[in-house]
């Protein structure tokens, strides 16, 4: 692909992501392609369909998520770097709504070229499991039902910031690894 070819590209995945945003599933090409300062035609030649132009804005933004997990996964406070990157994702989890409904009307597979997340969230629970800020107990299949059941519940409810800091800290409070207290017997 030529270099101008490139930038457009990436001004149109930038612009129709903004469009779409905003506008929902009734964003039309036309409104991309004003925000992104080219023509229709050049967004149809790259993406013949909607659907398609879609698919590569939730793959962009699951590649991005993907680099953010692979970044925190070096980061040296293991237990921060995991809650950091959930929180991330019950975040972004609003916005990706609106793409992952458009996909659902589709005949597209969300997941084709996506990268594999779910690896690197169990990187993250283990490092910070290793650090002993996350307790022990913690599998993979509750982290991420955990993290399935808040992401659906911030899109349902459309979760202010401040509810969605109180609901992850109870959340939070939960996969936290807290050393057992002695009992203490009775004289």
């Keep these: 692909m030529r270099a101008d070819a490139q930038r457009n590209r990436a001004r149109v995945l930038e612009a129709a992501e903004t469009v779409l945003a905003r506008d929902g599933l009734s964003a039309s090409m036309r409104a991309v392609a004003e925000l992104a300062g080219v023509g229709v035609g050049t967004i149809y030649r790259q993406f013949p369909t909607k659907e398609a132009l879609y698919q590569a804005i939730l793959v962009g933004r699951l590649h991005r998520l993907a680099a953010r997990a692979d970044e925190l996964a070096a980061a040296p ?55 002993g800020t996350v307790r022990p107990d913690a599998q993979l299949p509750e982290v991420l039902g955990l993290l399935s059941a808040a992401c659906l519940a911030a899109q349902h409810h459309t979760w202010s910031d401040p509810l969605r800091t109180r609901t992850l800290s109870i959340l939070f409070d939960g996969l936290r690894h807290h050393a057992p207290t002695a009992e203490r017997s009775e004289v």
Aim: charged share 25%.
């Design 77 to 131: 406070d293991a237990g921060t770097a995991f809650f950091d990157f959930f929180t991330q994702v019950v975040e972004d989890a609003t916005t990706k709504k609106v793409f992952a409904d458009a996909l659902a009307a589709s005949d597209l597979d969300p997941k084709a070229g996506a990268p594999d997340l779910r690896g690197r969230i169990e990187t993250l629970l283990v490092n910070a499991q290793r650090q």
